[in-house]
């Protein structure tokens, strides 16, 4: 599995399509589409948004989301990096804050390749 | 050539730009100035930032918006530090009058850079706190993301600053050559 990750707007999309030969037929947006519809694409887009709704069901994403890195062996995964501001406001957004960052940490652990995205230009971190 | 600079606040990207700017050795430098001035904490902003340029040799031009007007009034050659994009995406999307503020500001950066030798750009890191739940700081990352990305493949060089310290995203050797002095100056325009 390959992860890039950055901030938004940052053209992490545009550089991974790029970057690996793949089209808009290749990728499933985990921030729109229950994972249970994944059907085999090879570019996964807002991985950090899984974190949230596991968050809310009492479930720990970093174990939640192991069965599918088994599966995305050979995807390309994008993440969005979020640590980087004032401290929220609410508790519920500092756990999900927090949790976003282990999750990152996690799918950087299971990486083969990490590249970090800024002004649309990559940096291989791993 | 064309240099980016990026970093977060503080990091001391306006200084790491300077330095460059003054390193490429092209005179006259031309400093062109963004900022709206709305306050007395804009006002000494702005004061700390003439402080840090006095004695450097930069004449400011002050272009918060129509920066393609104020790029045109220019003599040609010499070396313009525009500081910065933040600001600009701010003026143009939220007060200026044209409905498209990416290609008014792309626009305005290409005016001025096809009338100087040298562009040192500074932007600003403000994409890793999340996204934004307010449609309009939303488009406004997206816009100033969307020129970033623009910039960074056009430019020559994108330099990262990170305590005063440059991570270097592209033209990594162009770089060095520039800050150890034994760049040769030469035609990058396209």
């Not at chain 2, 056009?154 to 440059?166: H, N, Q, S």
Request: aromatic share 6%; proline share 4%.
């Amino acid at each position: 599995m390959k992860l890039i990750l950055g901030g938004y707007a940052n053209g992490r999309t545009a550089y991974a399509m790029q970057n690996y030969q793949l089209t808009e037929s290749d990728c499933f947006d985990a921030a729109a589409e229950p994972l249970a519809r994944w059907n085999g694409q090879r570019l996964i887009l807002h991985a950090e948004q899984l974190v949230n709704p596991w968050l809310e069901q009492g479930k720990e994403p970093c174990t939640e989301i192991l069965p599918w890195l088994e599966r995305w062996q050979n995807a390309v995964l994008i993440t969005q990096e979020v640590g980087c501001g004032l401290v929220p406001v609410t508790p519920q957004q500092r756990q999900l804050r927090e949790a976003v960052g282990h999750f990152n940490r996690l799918l950087a652990e299971c990486a083969e390749t990490v590249e970090r995205v800024c002004c649309g230009l990559g940096m291989q971190l791993k | 050539m064309l240099i980016l600079v990026t970093g977060g606040a503080g990091s001391g990207k306006s200084l790491l730009a300077e330095r460059i700017s003054m390193q490429l050795k092209r005179m006259p430098f031309w400093y062109v100035a963004t900022m709206q001035v709305w306050d007395q904490e804009c006002r000494d902003r702005i004061d700390r930032h003439r402080r840090q340029r006095a004695g450097k040799g930069f004449q400011t031009v002050e272009a918060p918006v129509h920066l393609a007007e104020a790029a045109a009034a220019l003599p040609p050659d010499g070396t313009a530090l525009l500081e910065c994009l933040s600001n600009l995406v701010a003026n143009e999307q939220f007060g200026g009058d044209t409905g498209a503020p990416v290609q008014a500001v792309l626009d305005g950066v290409h005016a001025l850079y096809r009338n100087v030798r040298h562009l040192v750009i500074v932007t600003n890191e403000v994409f890793s706190d999340g996204t934004p739940a307010d449609p309009a700081m939303q488009a406004y990352l997206q816009n100033l993301g969307n020129i970033n990305c623009a910039l960074g493949a056009e430019a020559d060089v994108v330099a990262e600053c990170c305590a005063g310290l440059p991570v270097i995203w592209k033209g990594e050797s162009l770089y060095h050559e520039i800050m150890a002095g034994i760049f040769a100056d030469r035609t990058f325009h396209v």
